[in-house]
């Protein structure tokens, strides 16, 4: 299951752009505001080094990366979810994504059009995400009411749920997204149903002209260390030209390395957003293809295999957990087992970032 990432940000602020850079994918790019009515989606093949090295080794095989979704999510503009510009078309784009790419415009350009005049990052994000942060108090105040009718009855979950609804709106009505607010294992359930905007990990993304760097980016980084948000400097225009120009991976890092970029901005991107939502990458060598996976930091053994295929959950017998560092040093997989050195791990194994791993089942 690839992860999915949803852009969102003013108009011309370089959502559209960022997007063909991260899946070359071409959707349109235009220099007025609302180009993109239709939601675009693109899926993006994560280049991973790993994943190369890994097979290096096994060169007859096919390498399978990770894919990340990445939607690009026109529309949201200050007043959106009262219905201004596209209104509330982005709601459900935005439900549908797990994670936010907050696209903040930090390059001055007179021919580029700004919503509001002119560039001034600390607003920019604030009017975004209280168009999103409005969105999750209509949604919150009409469960509240809900729960308050049966909460009148004595029902005492009812009553458990407006406290807790009372203060997600309290945060709400402050300005505080949700996802600033310590919350339990126990609030998950109600939490994953109501899908608030502002309850999903968020990633800054400054997009900077050719140049990198600059006051406007410094800016939105102070603003993302004071929310605890992550954040990446991205040099949009130039990541689009380049992706078009010259699809040669190789050729293309060239050129990155030109401008003092040692990866491109989907390697940066992806290397945020995984740490963002806790994911780890694990490596398979089965059959035809050698492949990466992700799965949420923690995942046992027996739920590292259901990714691959549902019946190896229960019918995991064990896995043979081979960490890549060694497998390299050995050469080859069967150096590696004549070594002594295959983990045979059982249900309780806890699966590392870079493992690869051969599942035995029943
Ligand atoms: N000068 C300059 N223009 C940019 C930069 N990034 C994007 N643009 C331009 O800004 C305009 C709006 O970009 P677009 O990606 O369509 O914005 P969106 O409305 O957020 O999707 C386009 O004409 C882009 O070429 C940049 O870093 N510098
Ligand atoms: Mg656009």
Same mark, same amino acid.
């Given at each position: 299951?690839?992860?999915?990432?949803?852009?969102?940000?003013?108009?011309?602020?370089?959502?559209?752009?960022?997007?063909?850079?991260?899946?070359?994918?071409?959707?349109?790019?235009?220099?007025?505001?609302?180009?993109?009515?239709?939601?675009?989606?693109?899926?993006?093949?994560?280049?991973?080094?790993?994943?190369?090295?890994?097979?290096?080794?096994?060169?007859?095989?096919?390498?399978?990366?990770?894919?990340?979704?990445?939607?690009?999510?026109?529309?949201?503009?200050?007043?959106?979810?009262?219905?201004?510009? #596209?209104?509330?078309?982005?709601? @459900?784009?935005? =439900?549908?994504?797990? $994670?936010?790419?907050? *696209? !903040? /415009?930090?390059?001055?350009?007179p021919d580029i059009a700004h919503p509001m005049g002119n560039v001034d990052v600390r607003r920019d994000v604030a009017v975004v995400e209280g168009e999103l942060l409005a969105k999750d108090r209509e949604t919150l105040e009409r469960r509240r009411e809900r729960s308050a009718k049966a909460a009148r009855t004595g029902d005492r979950s009812a009553q458990e749920e407006v406290a807790f609804l009372d203060r997600l709106l309290a945060a709400v009505n402050e300005g505080r997204p949700i996802r600033a607010l310590p919350l339990s294992a126990h609030d998950q359930p109600l939490l994953r149903e109501l899908a608030p905007l502002t309850a999903k990990?968020?990633?800054?993304?400054?997009?900077?002209?050719?140049?990198?760097?600059?006051? #406007?980016?410094?800016?939105?980084? @102070?603003?993302? =260390?004071?929310?605890? $948000?992550?954040?990446? *400097? !991205? /040099?949009?225009?130039?990541?689009?030209?380049?992706?078009?120009?010259?699809?040669?991976?190789?050729?293309?890092?060239?050129?990155?390395?030109?401008?003092?970029?040692?990866?491109?901005?989907?390697?940066?991107?992806?290397?945020?957003?995984?740490?963002?939502?806790?994911?780890?990458?694990?490596?398979?060598?089965?059959?035809?293809?050698?492949?990466?996976?992700?799965?949420?930091?923690?995942?046992?053994?027996?739920?590292?295999?259901?990714?691959?295929?549902?019946?190896?959950?229960?019918?995991?017998?064990?896995?043979?957990?081979?960490?890549?560092?060694?497998?390299?040093?050995?050469?080859?997989?069967?150096?590696?087992?004549?070594?002594?050195?295959?983990?045979?791990?059982?249900?309780?194994?806890?699966?590392?970032?870079?493992?690869?791993?051969?599942?035995?089942?029943?």
């Open positions: 299951m690839s992860r999915s990432f949803g852009l969102v940000g003013l108009p011309n602020a370089g959502k559209s752009t960022i997007f063909n850079a991260l899946t070359l994918a071409g959707a349109k790019v235009e220099a007025y505001p609302f180009c993109t009515i239709e939601p675009h989606h693109g899926v993006a093949a994560v280049p991973d080094e790993r994943l190369d090295r890994l097979h290096s080794l096994f060169p007859g095989k096919k390498k399978v990366p990770t894919a990340i979704e990445v939607v690009d999510i026109a529309g949201l503009v200050e007043g959106a979810s009262e219905g201004q510009g #596209l209104g509330n078309q982005f709601l @459900a784009e935005i =439900r549908g994504v797990e $994670a936010i790419l907050h *696209v !903040v /415009r930090c390059f001055d350009d990990p968020v990633l800054y993304i400054a997009n900077v002209g050719d140049e990198g760097e600059n006051d #406007l980016s410094r800016d939105l980084a @102070a603003v993302a =260390r004071e929310s605890g $948000a992550g954040w990446i *400097v !991205v /040099r949009g225009k130039l990541e689009a030209e380049l992706g078009e120009a010259c699809p040669d991976e190789t050729e293309r890092r060239a050129f990155l390395r030109e401008y003092g970029l040692p990866e491109s901005a989907l390697v940066r991107l992806v290397a945020e957003a995984y740490r963002l939502l806790s994911v780890i990458t694990f490596y398979t060598v089965e059959g035809p293809e050698v492949r990466a996976w992700t799965v949420p930091a923690g995942t046992k053994a027996p739920d590292a295999g259901a990714a691959i295929h549902s019946d190896f959950r229960d019918r995991f017998v064990l896995a043979e957990v081979m960490p890549l560092p060694d497998l390299l040093a050995a050469g080859s997989e069967r150096a590696l087992r004549e070594a002594g050195k295959v983990h045979r791990a059982g249900r309780d194994y806890t699966v590392h970032d870079g493992d690869v791993i051969h599942f035995v089942s029943a």
